[in-house]
């Protein structure tokens, strides 16, 4: 079974860009979660969806977005990128929302913003 | 609201020696537990998992962690480290809330000494 994928794998914009990071789950999984992790901040949970619905959001500002489609892919989007959204961002897939299911990680999309 | 904290940021052992990595967590019920693994630009790999039952459980690699409730503590262990055990371990506490699925801990950095 393929592991979750993330696309681009590395990006780098200029402040005052806007950024979309793609996530396709696992096969048959319904939950993607995003995180965001920098050295400072660690992992920062961002958004959850199951079923194309967001079902929590972390406290992040408005500038960050996401969306869930039909077939359970998932795109989140920066706009207005600053320096501090310069991280790693990571998908994660699970069968349902449940906490209890595992929670599988894609390798991350690097986005640096100079 | 769930959190956990991981006291030590790095550790240094040589290879062939016993790890402990601490988490302690706090959360009002009873708390999913995780431990992840995270390989120098990679996402994180699910090490293992408490839910409920037997208090000492068995994970991938080698691992395993033991809950106490008392200590509200989930520490990681390994009889034996290996060189390859270099990475990055996150505990993390899971619940079915608002705060999404996982809250993490600030992670603690592994170095193994030849």
């Known amino acids: 079974k393929a592991g979750v994928t993330q696309t681009p794998r590395y990006l780098i914009k200029t402040r005052g860009q806007q950024v979309t990071l793609s996530c396709s789950p696992i096969s048959g999984h319904r939950s993607v979660s995003w995180y965001q992790q920098t050295p400072g901040q660690g992992l920062q949970f961002l958004f959850e969806y199951f079923s194309e619905t967001q079902r929590n959001k972390g406290n992040f500002p408005g500038r960050f977005s996401g969306r869930q489609f039909s077939n359970s892919r998932s795109e989140m989007n920066v706009s207005t990128l600053e320096l501090g959204d310069s991280a790693l961002y990571l998908c994660?897939?699970?069968?349902?929302?449940?906490?209890?299911?595992?929670?599988?990680f894609g390798p991350g999309t690097r986005l640096t913003v100079t | 609201a769930q959190s956990v904290t991981q006291p030590d940021i790095h550790i240094t052992v040589s290879e062939g020696a016993s790890l402990e990595l601490r988490c302690n967590y706090s959360y009002g019920a009873t708390p999913y537990l995780f431990w992840y693994v995270q390989s120098p630009g990679q996402g994180l790999q699910l090490l293992l998992k408490?839910?409920?039952?037997?208090?000492l459980v068995q994970g991938i690699k080698g691992f395993e962690a033991e809950f106490k409730r008392s200590q509200s503590s989930f520490n990681l262990r390994k009889p034996s480290v290996h060189w390859s055990d270099a990475a990055e371990y996150f505990c993390?506490?899971?619940?079915?809330?608002?705060?999404?699925?996982?809250?993490f801990g600030d992670g603690t950095t592994l170095t193994v000494k030849p």
């Open positions: 993390a506490v899971g619940a079915d809330t608002n705060a999404g699925k996982s809250t």
């Open positions: 994660a897939s699970s069968l349902t929302w449940r906490a209890t299911y595992e929670q599988y």
């Open positions: 408490y839910f409920s039952g037997d208090t």
